[in-house]
């Protein structure tokens, strides 16, 4: 069963783009671009752990997720063709799941966290048998999908 404010969201993430008339000043356009700022950096996305919880239940892969949780575990970095991936496990806020996360830090900065930290994970679930994984956790050079980041400490990486 989805959740209705999930599906909401769905419906926004794989929405069309519609062209953009412009029709304020100088100001106007400071404010727009201080929004899409704050959009790219994830600061209006709102965690849902249920989301990611029923995502693992339900065997979904390749859905944006905002992750609200705590490092359990950090993991040796894994080099692969896209890149070198700074890892770590973090259990969600519920205490339902275990997620792994998979942050490109080819693309990134790596995210300096520590076992103990709560963290704010913003990417994409890819189901597995373990609790899944979160990655696409940085900013899209290609502009493919929308940007992911983490947050350790107040401050964002992405």
């Known amino acids: 069963m989805r959740h209705p404010a999930r599906n909401e969201r769905l419906k926004r993430s794989h929405g069309t ?27 209006s996305t709102q965690p849902d752990d249920a989301a990611i919880v029923s995502d693992f239940h339900d065997h979904q892969s390749n859905l944006e997720v905002t992750a609200d949780a705590t490092v359990v575990r950090l993991l040796p970095d894994r080099t692969s063709s896209t890149g070198t991936h700074e890892q770590f ?15 490109n830090i080819s693309i990134a900065v790596r995210a300096p966290v520590k ?3 709560h963290v704010i994970v913003h990417g994409v679930y890819v189901w597995n048998a373990q609790g899944g994984l979160i990655h696409f956790t940085h900013h899209d050079p290609q502009g493919t999908h929308e940007g992911g980041y983490i947050q350790d400490g107040g401050t964002t990486y992405d």
Do not use: Q, R
């Not at 783009?17 to 950096?41: D, E, H, N, R, T």
């Open 115 to 117: 076992e103990g930290d």
């Open 89 to 103: 496990i973090i259990k969600l806020s519920s205490g339902d799941l275990t997620v792994e996360v998979e942050h």
């Open 17 to 43: 783009k519609a062209p953009l008339a412009w029709a304020g000043g100088p100001g106007a356009l400071a404010l727009l671009l201080s929004l899409v700022w704050l959009a790219a950096c994830g600061a």
